[in-house]
Nanobody, 127 residues
Framework: QVQLVESGGGLVQAGGSLKLSCAAS????????MGWFRQGPGKEREFVAA????????GYADSVKGRFTISRDDAKNTVYLQMNSLKPDDTAVYYC????????????????????WGQGTQVTVSS
């Protein structure tokens, strides 16, 4: 069965950095668009970033553009989210998501588009 396991969350001061990882198993990782979402306290889950299987046509939410970088290592079946210049508003549970895309460098900002989800990792940014 498909498993997505996030790691790398924690407590960091505003202005600091964290790197999240999502290790995937049970799927042909190189055929999947991978995404990161987050859900803050009392908020809906929102799109953060996504990277198609080709590694091109990467997408970011406006709120993280220029601060966060998504990348993937198909040899390790892992997707990463490098988060710099963190702000208290970035505090949330961060989730990894996956969807198989056979053709095209596609991604979506909608949670319903993704097939598989991880359990999440907590990121807390103190002011």
């Amino acid at each position: 069965q498909v498993q997505l396991v996030e790691s790398g969350g924690g407590l960091v001061q505003a202005g600091g950095s964290l790197k999240l990882s999502c290790a995937a198993s049970g799927l042909t990782f190189s055929s999947y668009t991978m995404g990161w979402f987050r859900q803050g306290p009392g908020k809906e889950r929102e799109f953060v970033a996504a990277i198609p299987s080709s590694g091109s046509n990467i997408g970011y939410a406006d709120s993280v553009k220029g601060r966060f970088t998504i990348s993937r290592d198909d040899a390790k079946n892992t997707v990463y989210l490098q988060m710099n210049s963190l702000k208290p508003d970035d505090t949330a549970v961060y989730y990894c998501a996956a969807r198989e895309v056979v053709y095209g460098a596609l991604f979506s900002t909608r949670t319903s588009w993704y097939e598989y989800w991880g359990q999440g990792t907590q990121v807390t940014v103190s002011s």
